[in-house]
């Protein structure tokens, strides 16, 4: 018997009370059989969901699907429980939702509609139902569809991706029969939205093992419908004399996001995309053999904004990311001077420099290099040890005031270029950012204009 907290169990009992059955299902019951934790507890019922609005009156109910949410209390969190009527199967013409949606009291006809196996078992607080051996593919680690694969993958197109997206966050592989029906079925993932293309997308990159659900998504022929830039980069050769790199553009793409340390969905988007411009500026020398790539930096920062605009991104996921792309060719030298750090703290951003450094992580690692060297520890070291200097005019200890009061001037552009002129000395280590040495140094302007 599986374990439920109290508040679960009480809640269960309310639909008992009113004679009504009630189930936990899908995620749920597979994350209590793997014994992960639960956050999202969903659950299936004979009631309707006019029945359950009566049982709970503060519940809501916006969709047609029979999902009812019922915001609840446990100690200082707040969470929602949705309870979902059981529904019988229906024809899928459009590859997303159901022609119309049928209400059921049976417990089969509503888990015979479910998409995977693992997904496929209910449970009442004593007994586990399982019509499809869940827990056996549980067990043995395997993604596998209810029933006829292309019936339910036609059902909605996203189980495609969903798929693909379990089987990297729980470490599974997919069932021949089902990865085969994946294959036949992929070019289905055009009839669906890019904001549900991207949030099951994300999740694949914010799983355990985004890597390979990358290659699972290309095996399956679904890359080249939604990212055919990393795509393309399959069979672009990198090996050459003065280069480091021991894979194609493609598989060192997939590599640099496996060993990238950020769990930020972006930095590992920014990861995966970083060399998408190669495959334009890809040159061999004939003579010497030596590929080149010069510029992908800003072919990659054209193409990532492009990728942004299509996966729907907000408008800071797509500053981030592009910027990121753009920037990851950054100089590691110990040769740079503390205004050139500055300068690149400031292209980035403070916040920033935590996700770079993670990209560049990545991207050594997914070159078959160490995971970093000497200079790349002082470069750290020293971007820590410049922000002690001001970024900016506003960082300054003197303000315009200051300026129009020591030099009894009224406000107008010179303001700003004497602010501008103390920044750049300040900058260039000519001057300490220290009240008394800048108002001394007003005091000189002023001499000087005089």
Not at 324 to 346: G, W
Not at 372 to 390: A, D, G, I, Y
Not at 424 to 435: A, C, G, Q, S, Y
Request: charged share 30%.
């Amino acid at each position: 018997m599986l374990k439920l907290p109290n508040f679960v169990g009480g809640f269960m009992k309310q639909f008992s009370d009113a004679r009504h059955k009630i189930f936990l299902v899908g995620g749920t019951v597979r994350g209590l059989i793997m014994d992960h934790p639960v956050n999202d507890w969903d659950f299936t019922t004979d009631a309707t969901p006019q029945e359950i609005m009566k049982l709970f009156p503060h519940s809501y109910y916006n969709n047609q699907f029979g999902t009812v949410g019922i915001p609840m209390k446990q100690g200082e969190d707040s969470l929602v429980f949705e309870v979902t009527t059981h529904r019988k199967e229906s024809e899928y013409t459009n590859v997303r939702h159901p022609d119309k949606v049928e209400w059921s009291k049976d417990l089969n006809e509503d888990l015979a509609r479910r998409d995977f196996t693992i997904n496929a078992i209910a449970y009442d607080g004593e007994t586990l139902f399982d019509p499809y051996n869940g827990q056996k593919d549980i067990s043995d680690r395997i993604i596998r569809a209810v029933g006829d694969p292309d019936k339910r993958l036609k059902e909605d197109a996203l189980r495609l991706m969903r798929a693909i997206r379990q089987a990297a966050q729980l470490g599974f592989l997919i069932e021949k029969n089902t990865k085969d029906s994946i294959q036949k079925n992929s070019h289905l993932i055009t009839s669906i939205s890019w904001e549900r293309i991207r949030d099951e997308f994300f999740k694949i990159l914010s799983s355990k093992n985004p890597a390979d659900g990358i290659l699972f998504l290309r095996s399956a022929h679904i890359l080249k419908s939604i990212l055919p830039e990393v795509e393309a980069g399959f069979g672009v050769d990198q090996k050459s004399p003065q280069r480091h790199h021991i894979f194609d553009v493609g598989t060192h793409s997939v590599e640099s996001l496996r060993h990238c340390p950020s769990e930020k969905v972006i930095t590992r988007f920014a990861t995966l995309i970083h060399d998408i411009g190669k495959v334009e500026t890809y040159q061999k020398e004939e003579k010497t053999g030596i590929i080149t790539f010069y510029n992908h930096e800003v072919v990659g920062e054209q193409q990532a904004a492009q990728i942004a605009d299509r996966f729907k991104l907000s408008k800071e996921e797509k500053k981030q990311l592009v910027m990121l792309v753009r920037q990851h060719q950054f100089t590691v030298s110990e040769d740079q001077s503390d205004k050139a750090l500055r300068r690149f703290i400031r292209q980035i951003g403070v916040e920033n420099i935590d996700e770079m450094i993670a990209l560049r992580t990545g991207d050594r690692l997914g070159s078959g290099a160490k995971e970093t060297s000497w200079r790349t520890e002082l470069f750290k070291k020293r971007l820590v040890e410049v922000q002690n200097v001001p970024f900016s005019i506003h960082d300054l200890k003197i303000t315009g005031e200051d300026v129009m009061k020591e030099l009894e001037i009224k406000p107008g552009p010179p303001v700003g270029e004497i602010m501008k002129q103390l920044f750049e000395m300040v900058d260039d280590e000519k001057l300490k950012n220290e009240r008394k040495e800048l108002l001394v140094e007003l005091q000189k302007i002023k001499k000087t204009a005089e």
